[in-house]
């Protein structure tokens, strides 16, 4: 009698969740229920100015300033400059905002390629690449650009993929920022993020990872001459929550180019209300491995929804889009796709 009660408990729990759940998105669902967020508990406030006047004149002496374990909230105003600078926040210090001047006047940048050799003689490889890498969780930066300045390399070039930023925190939140680079430009590498009113330029693949992020009225800029791709998303199963959602986005720049290359197995990636120029290559999409791609032709996921622009028919008639109803949409559309009502401010999004 016990078994059937405890069966029967967890079925209706199953079927009042949201139909477009699948049973591992369900799971995981019933489980952050019971879990309780402690948020920071001060806060700390640091300027940053090359000129000498702030309390620091690099960005990574500031973050090295932040104590391990970090509990305070830390602001860090970098006032308008270029910091040409390798940046790094550790896991061990999350609850820090990066506040710039503006896109345009505050820029940290450096120049490593996946061919660079590190300290250690070995080659770098492409996620160790970023001018600026976040490991911690509750980053946010605002009004900020990171750009990485090697060279954009010819398609099918080795060793050139050269990263501005890599966000590998959970619950991270980007306004006003710009990211800017050819091969690899922002590595959205792991957790849930937010992108509102972002600038993101690049030529290859220049949105990569496994996160799970939305980007909502960014504009998609590529630079590529001969060949570009915009996101490439590596989801590797089923059961993982993991996708880019792409909102009310603009498409611009030089052609052809991919909206979306299957990565993972299971790649997801989603267009809604987004204005495609003149730029979408024939096919729109591409699964990645042409030797084995037609299972990923299967499992991989590459939605839109009421998209517009000249190069919207190319994307929505390819062969690997699902075109979407609102109700298959709806999950993609708002901030719970990265469970922003949990840790966005909702006049963040």
Sequence with gaps: MEFHLVTLLALCIFVTLPPYLSACEANSTVARRHRRWVGPTGWREITVDGGGSGDFQSVQDAIDSVPENNRHRVLINIR???????????????????QGA????TVIEWHDRASDRGPDGQQLRTYNTASVTVLASHFSARNISFKNTAPAPLPGMEGW??????????????LGCGFYGAQDTLCDDAGRHYFKDCYIEGSIDFIFGNGRSMYRSCQLHSIATR????????????CEQTGFAFVNCRVTGTGPLYVGRAMGQYSRIVYSYTYFDDVVAQGGWDDWDHTTGKNRRVTAFFGVYRCSGPGAAAVRGASLTRELDYQSARPFLAKSFVNGRHWLDPSDA
């Design 80 to 98: 308008a400059g270029v910091y040409i600078e390798k940046v790094v926040i550790p896991a061990t210090k999350p609850y820090i905002t990066f």
């Design 102 to 105: 503006g896109r345009r006047t």
């Design 161 to 174: 993929q050269a990263a501005a930023f890599r966000i590998s925190g959970d619950k991270a939140y980007f």
């Design 227 to 238: 060949f570009g791709s915009i996101a490439a998303q590596d989801r590797r199963g089923l």
